[in-house]
């Protein structure tokens, strides 16, 4: 099968950001009193396309993101980041995860704790 695009796209157009959006993803995010706190994220990446691009390897974004540890720190970013820009071979890449985290807070009146959103 022709790998389209790998070829030379001879348009001469440059796009900021092509990628996926919007995939629930399962992730962990460190909590500093529970440990660890399971969420799904709404995870959106992207890469810069240079004008000689003709295109991405669309599935190359989810090897990455099922390549690295569910935990979501900032080490791990730095590195899904940098894996996008070497696998997708880019200048540039962006991720940006959207997901729920709640944290536990006690009742000012009665004491109880409670999860917060």
Do not use: C
């Not at 030379?8 to 995939?23: E, F, H, T, Y």
């Amino acid at each position: 099968m022709r790998d389209v695009q790998s070829e030379q796209d001879k348009r001469n157009i440059a796009i900021d950001k092509v990628g996926i959006n919007s995939l629930s993803w399962p992730i962990q995010v460190l909590d500093r009193y529970n440990g660890i706190q399971e969420t799904i994220a709404n995870v959106s990446l992207s890469v810069f396309l240079p004008r000689d691009y003709r295109g991405t390897h669309m599935s190359r974004f989810i090897e990455v993101l099922a390549e690295q540890e569910k935990q979501v720190t900032f080490h791990n970013m730095e590195n899904l980041l940098r894996m996008l820009q070497e696998r997708l071979d880019a200048d540039e890449a962006h991720a940006d995860f959207d997901f729920p985290y709640f944290i536990t807070k006690k009742a000012p009146v009665s004491g109880a704790l409670g999860r917060m959103r």
